[in-house]
Each structure stands twice: as C-alpha cells, then as structure tokens.
C-alpha cells in the first residue's frame, strides 16, 4: 500500500477474513484497487468506487481447484459456471496424462482422452498454441496448464500397447521440453489407463527428469489405486526421488472394498516419504469416482451408472447392470457397445476418505468432468460441500484449515506467487460465502446443481459471480509456476 493510500475500486467491509494460511479468522475490511488487494483491516475512512458489505460472511482468497479436466472447458464455455458458482477461481488443468496439447491431429483419441475432447479439439499441435489461445480468450477463472503422459505418447508413438523406445522416448521428452518452455508448469501422468499402462517406470523418469530445469511438477493419476496401491505409492515416490522433481499424488483413494482401510498404510508411506522430498496429494469429498467407461474399472465397483455414451445416449444417467438385464449380453459387450462412454463407479469407503482429507497438508480438488452429460456431483459442488458438510456439519476440521487446504496450501504446492491468500500485495481472486449456509446442492440424483451461499467471487479484481449467476466478466489469466522455495 502506498504510504497514506485511502482510496481503493472495491472495499469488501465488514466481514470476516480467513486468510487462507490457517490462520484464524478475524474481523477486517479488504480493499481492492485493479488486480490486487492494497490492504486489509479497519478501512471505514477509506473511500471507494464500490462496498459490498460483506458483514456475516467471510471474505477468503478463491479456491483453487488443483485437479481438473477443465482444458477444452475454459475454450468453449469461459463463463466456468461450474467452479464460479462454488467460489473457484484458479483451475489446474491436463491433469491424469490426458491434456489437448501438444497434440494436432488425433483421427481417433482413445480412452480416457475422449473425457476432455473429439479429434476436432486435439487441434493444439504445441503447447504454445494452446497457450495462446487461451491467453487471446481468457476465462472467467486462471488457468494452470500441465502436459500429459498420454498424450505424449499418441503424439510420438505408433502404438500405444507397448513401452516406448528410445527414440520415442526422446521425442516425447523433447516435446516436453518445449512445452515447459513455453509456459506449461508440469507433467501429468495416468498409468492406470490403456493409453499408458504400458509405461514402465524408467519411461516416465526419463520424461520427469527434465521437470526440475525447469521448476516444474508431476501430478500423477498412480498405476494402481486398489490392490496395488502401496506398490504404486512406491514408485510414484521412486520416480519423483530418481527425477528429482516436485510429486503429486492426484485424487488419493483406496478402491475397491477388499481395500477398504488401506489408507492407514498408504498415509504413513507418503508422510514417511515428505520427509526426505516434495510429496504432496489430492483429495475429492465423494466415495464414487467418475472416468471413462472401462472394463478393469467396473470390476472393483459395488454400483456403476453411465455417465454419457456417444452412440447410445439414451443410456446416460442409466445404471450399468440395468443395461445388462435389458440388454441380455455380458459386461464386455455392453461396454464395447456403449464406448466412448464415461462412468461413476461406486468404489470407496467413507472413512478412508475422512482419513484422507484430515491429513495434515491434503489439497482440495474436484476431478470433474464438464463434458460428461450426466456428470459426477463433483463438477458443482466440491468446495462448498468440504466447507459445509465435513467441516461445519461434521467437524472435521476448522473452517480456516478447510480454506487453507483449497487456497494457500494449494497456492505453495503449485507455485502460485501472491495467490491463495488475503494480503496486501496479493492478486485479488476473492470468494464471499456465508459460513452457516454454504453447502453442495449438486446430488448424484441431478448433479449440476450450484451450491448455496457462495455470495460472490472475484478475479483479479474483476468480479465474476454475483446473485447467483457469471457476471459476463472473463478477468482469468494463464498461471505460470515459482517453483517452491
């Protein structure tokens, strides 16, 4: 703040600030000039263009959502109502191995490439085309781009079932590179699908190895998330040591109900492991996870429900074993009949994914799928349903512990400078809820419901949502990596 500064765009007055580093809350006043907070705390004889009282709510750095498949999303529908609407104002998107650069043309994109595009939108033959989209046409929330394993590998290989070779390797690392270089800010991976399963070890190392030039970070979709999920904890924590890179572990579950409880083992491993290097992981507030319809998936289900099916769309929203039954055929013919098709598959139990949450450091992230027809309730309500249910209704943990695990824990792990927290100086991405009311209102039953009590969000001092609806506003910006420390 400049010395002696009274005068600011937007003064926020009179709320409640929890400042998104864990911190308790206090009562203070924020005020916003262009793209940044310029200060915070009694700010009654400041004057401004415009207050919004914001007494009874809290004022909060906005979430960042930091697993996402958000890549074709902020292109063609940059109102984002889907994270506006519940307080996002950050996405990381590429996420799982499957991002829609550097890649142009792809004939035929084979699962799970098929959640976030058709051949029409594999259209980014670089990173730095992608890039520039996006930046010509910006969203109503940032971007985060990462650059997938799997799209990598339909980019430089010709076929996919098998490891790559060395030549292939080193067309994908120098893909890679380029990509880092032109801005994306890390390296994702998927090994659990068809399109990388096939990858050994020592193939993403190599790719991974070039990650630390360039302060950038691995978010990885692991192998195996049931019965091999300490195996695959194991070589994520391998692969970061011997790539010596900064290392995600996406959406941290234990599928699959002969694996129920074995989060009390995977915890300790990943603890054990942060002590000796930069491990962190994700988490989403759901016991279903959503992907492609996919044959080894539905096995370890207790429920699947078609999400969307490209040549039967009838069958969106429709319980996979009722298909079946009215069908009169066997699992694989079902699914080869409905593919490219997507899923929920009902797999997880509810006190693993407690166990999960509350550990000390978990990011939030939402995992959804915006082009899904009959999406996960994820998509819409993840950060309300973290703030209202597990911490308001169940206790969990506190309201500031539940802000500063989707905003500057977020924020430190990514390398987001000056975001993911409430101080001067910092960009002005805001959310206004109200803490008694916030909640999910997205249900499996009709998933693409707001939340409730998400007053306003605000980025880089532009105000994006307000009285329940996109301000038309598109202040987003691509988010660049500082790599940590």
Known sequence: MNEGQTTCDVLFKGGRVIDGTGAAGVDADVAVTGDRIVAVGDLGHWQTGETIDASGRVVAPGFIDVHTHDDRLVLDTPGMAPKVSQGVTSVVVGNCGVSLSPLAPCEDPPAPMTLIGTKDDYRFASFADYAATVDAAPAAVNVAPLIGHSTLRVACMEAIDRAATAAETEAMVDLLDQSLAAGAIGFSTGLAYPTAKAAPTDEVVALAACLKGHGAIHTTHMRDEAEHVLASVDETIDIGRRAGCEVVISHHKCAGKPNWGMSRETLPRIAAAQATMPLAFDVYPYTASSTALLKNF????????????????????????????????????????????????????????????????????????????????????????????????????????????????????????????????????????????????????????????IDLVMVNGGVTWRDGAWSGARPGRRLTRRAAG
């Open 298 to 453: 539905i096995e370890r289900a207790e429920r699947v429900v078609v999400t969307w099916s490209t040549p039967h769309p009838e069958m969106e929203g429709r319980d996979f074993q009722s298909i079946l039954d009215e069908w009169g055929v066997d699992r694989d013919t079902a699914v080869d009949r409905l593919s490219p098709a997507g899923a929920l598959y009902y797999q997880m139990d509810e006190g693993d994914l407690r166990r999960i949450m509350a550990t000390p450091g978990a990011m939030i992230g939402s995992d959804g799928l915006p082009h899904d027809a009959f999406p996960h309730p994820r998509l819409w309500g993840t950060f309300p349903r973290v703030l209202g249910h597990y911490s308001r209704e169940l206790g969990l943990f506190p309201l500031e512990e539940a802000v500063h695990r989707m905003t500057g824990r977020s924020a430190a792990v990514f390398g987001f400078a000056d975001r993911g927290v409430v101080r001067e100086g910092a960009f002005a991405d805001l959310v206004v809820f109200d803490p008694e009311t916030v909640i999910d209102r997205a249900t499996f039953e009709a998933p693409m419901e707001p939340a409730a009590g």
